[in-house]
């Protein structure tokens, strides 16, 4: 038998009996000849054909699409191995298959109970250094250091704006970058007539769980130098001079702008700054196609200058399932998955970013000429605790904004039913 050719992350490959030699797949000598022969020797051959499968979760329609029709393909035409493909919508599906003993050996999704830690296969995955330390991070598990999954795509949220409603106003026109700043050029740029806003200098969501009295509150936190939680996610920390501050904040902006400042839209430019997420340039340009890429910008959320500048970004990313009984192909199909060519296709068919720098550069693909300032946000991300049982813990914040309670009161029951919720969930893990 001949020696095996030298095969790139370790790609296994079936000795074909009827060539004698190490193909990706097999054809008969005398296929040409006796086609009945040449079937069943590639019958022999792919009869043990290997198997993995993949499970996604949070990919739109056009996503599974491409993963069903380009990649999966594409993957198993160069290594000669079979993906199994599934998209589930929650959570349970991928409890209850692991407690079933049929879980995935990929899956987008999971915890450290449930995926391999991955920084033994990233040794020697030179494209690891594509993806920027600050992403990692957050894919990175906080009690242990292990990193549980490779980041596929992320969502990066800075603080859009719109340059030209703060040269009318008299201010630079770049987002402010200490709070006392921010409150003073908010206000310049607000205008009401009546109770309807004519211009919002800043337009979001406080009094919802999503919005500045949950999610993105913790965005805000971090930039004020605090934290929902300590490093290991076990102990609250809401309780903190930097929540007081941040609340307080927040309070003083919810005064000048309420909720979502109606009768205005930044796709109106009558919004200064609002939610930067990926979703605002595309939907900004199509609704004025006359404004040139760059009539708006993003920038970081920053609270003053001994703190650094701080971006929000969900990441999703691609995990080994720790009952993979096939963890090496497992890998492989992930680093196929993150190459800068299959990036570049996936960054086609999704409203989200994807991570590589080398693809995030790319001037002709139209997705990265539109997000070219938010990948410049990439350094800047950052991860904020886990904020359980937000739904009961938001209405204190919102209570806070519209001035029906206390800072101090908010806090303390804030704290007091999150360190609980801590407790519940580590208890169960």
């Not at 009539?295 to 720790?322: C, D, E, F, M, Y």
């Amino acid at each position: 038998m001949p020696a095996k050719p030298p095969l790139p992350f370790g790609q296994p490959r079936r000795y074909c009996a009827a060539r004698r030699s190490w193909p990706t797949g097999c054809v008969s000598r005398g296929a040409l000849l006796v086609p009945a022969v040449w079937i069943l020797a590639a019958g022999s051959c792919w009869a043990s054909q290997p198997t993995i499968t993949f499970w996604s979760k949070w990919y739109g329609s056009a996503a599974q699409d491409w993963v069903k029709n380009v990649a999966i393909p594409a993957f198993e035409r160069q290594y000669g191995v079979k993906v199994e493909y599934r998209h589930v919508q929650e959570e349970d599906a991928f409890i209850a298959a692991v407690a079933g003993g049929v879980a995935p050996d990929i899956y987008i999704g999971g915890s450290e109970e449930t995926l391999l830690d991955l920084r033994p296969f990233l040794r020697n995955w030179p494209d690891q250094r594509q993806i920027p330390p600050a992403l990692w991070r957050a894919a990175t598990d906080p009690r242990t250091g292990a990193i549980i999954r490779v980041p596929q795509e992320v969502e990066i949220r800075g603080i859009a704006y719109n340059p030209r409603l703060f040269s009318e106003a008299g201010l630079e026109p770049y987002v402010p970058q200490d709070w006392d700043s921010f409150l003073s050029a908010v206000r310049k740029l607000t205008r009401k007539q009546g109770e309807r806003y004519v211009q919002s200098g800043f337009r979001w969501s406080f009094l919802t769980e999503t919005g500045l009295a949950g999610t993105d509150l913790g965005w805000f936190l971090v930039a004020a130098g605090g934290d929902f939680t300590t490093p290991d996610e076990r102990t609250s920390t809401i309780d903190s001079a930097a929540m007081r501050r941040t609340l307080t904040f927040l309070a003083d902006l919810f005064e000048i702008v309420g909720e979502n400042s109606p009768g205005t839209g930044f796709n109106n430019n009558n919004v200064a700054m609002t939610r930067g997420q990926p979703s605002v340039p595309r939907s900004y340009y199509a609704a004025n196609p006359d404004a040139k890429l760059g009539t708006i910008g993003v920038a970081p959320l920053r609270s003053g200058p001994q703190l650094p500048p701080t971006a929000l970004a969900p990441v999703n990313g691609l995990g080994i399932v720790k009952t993979s009984k096939n963890p090496q192909l497992a890998w492989q199909f992930i680093t196929f998955l993150l190459s800068a060519d299959m990036q570049a296709q996936f960054a086609l068919y999704k409203e989200r970013q994807i991570v590589r720098r080398d693809v995030a550069v790319r001037t002709d693909l139209e997705p990265m000429r539109i997000w070219r300032d938010w990948y410049a946000l990439m350094d800047y991300v950052i991860r904020p605790g886990r904020l359980e049982k937000r739904s009961q813990i938001s209405p204190f914040f919102a209570a806070v904004y519209k001035k029906e309670m206390s800072v101090e009161v908010a806090i303390a029951n804030a704290a007091r039913i999150h360190q609980a919720a801590l407790t519940e969930y580590w208890t169960k893990q």
